[in-house]
T-cell receptor
Framework: GESVGLHLPTLSVQEGDNSIINCAYSNSASDYFIWYKQESGKGPQFIIDIRSNMDKRQGQRVTVLLNKTVKHLSLQIAATQPGDSAVYFCAEILMNRDDKIIFGKGTRLHILP | DVKVTQSSRYLVKRTGEKVFLECVQDMDHENMFWYRQDPGLGLRLIYF???????EKGDIPEGYSVSREKKERFSLILESASTNQTSMYLC??????????FGQGTRLTVV
């Protein structure tokens, strides 16, 4: 069935190190993926997206990698800062009439001082 | 910038009350969504709408209804609130095949 999930529920990273958050998806027909960041008490905020015709996309300090062969998505955050502490969700959008967004359950990123 | 505004940040309601959660977006987006977010369960889709007066059930529509009389406004209605509807409710909107923009969330407690 369709599902989007994350390998690790919590990730602890030393401040200044790079973070890698992973996501697996099961719908091979999906062609649009998004990473969201949700800080405590706030709604999810868009970080970066990628379409299936790409395998890498870079933003400011963030990079998303898409491996369609193994249906895997990752978010890399360079030089992790305290402000990066949040829950990160991957999301898969089904590009059909319904346009539903399927979210993973989230990974909490914890920054160690 | 796109703005999605939910009418309340925090609500406390009694069991059996009818509850209205309002969401307004200012970017003329076609699609609007209501999710609830619970620990360990992530975001679950309740209802969505892709046009005025159109609505589609999501994954967990039971106990909820929605209204979309105007393009910018999407309301979630709890017909008779129950304690298992205590949750964080998130509204989102999107245009076509772009990312979804979320409101700040409404934390509803049903007592």
């Amino acid at each position: 069935g369709e599902s989007v999930g994350l390998h690790l529920p919590t990730l602890s990273v030393q401040e200044g190190d790079n973070s890698i958050i992973n996501c697996a998806y099961s719908n091979s027909a999906s062609d649009y993926f998004i990473w969201y960041k949700q800080e405590s008490g706030k709604g999810p905020q868009f970080i970066i997206d990628i379409r299936s015709n790409m395998d890498k996309r870079q933003g400011q300090r963030v990079t998303v990698l898409l491996n369609k062969t193994v249906k895997h998505l990752s978010l890399q955050i360079a030089a992790t800062q305290p402000g990066d502490s949040a829950v990160y969700f991957c999301a898969e959008i089904l590009m059909n009439r319904d346009d539903k967004i399927i979210f993973g359950k989230g990974t909490r990123l914890h920054i160690l001082p | 910038d796109v703005k999605v505004t939910q009418s309340s940040r925090y609500l406390v309601k009694r069991t059996g009350e009818k509850v209205f959660l309002e969401c307004v977006q200012d970017m003329d987006h076609e699609n609007m969504f209501w999710y609830r977010q619970d620990p360990g369960l992530g975001l679950r889709l309740i209802y969505f709408s892709y046009d005025v007066k159109m609505k589609e059930k999501g994954d967990i529509p039971e106990g909820y209804s929605v209204s979309r009389e105007k393009k910018e406004r999407f309301s979630l209605i709890l017909e008779s609130a129950s304690t298992n509807q205590t949750s964080m409710y998130l509204c989102a909107s999107r245009l076509g095949d772009t990312e979804a923009f979320f409101g700040q969330g409404t934390r509803l407690t049903v007592v």
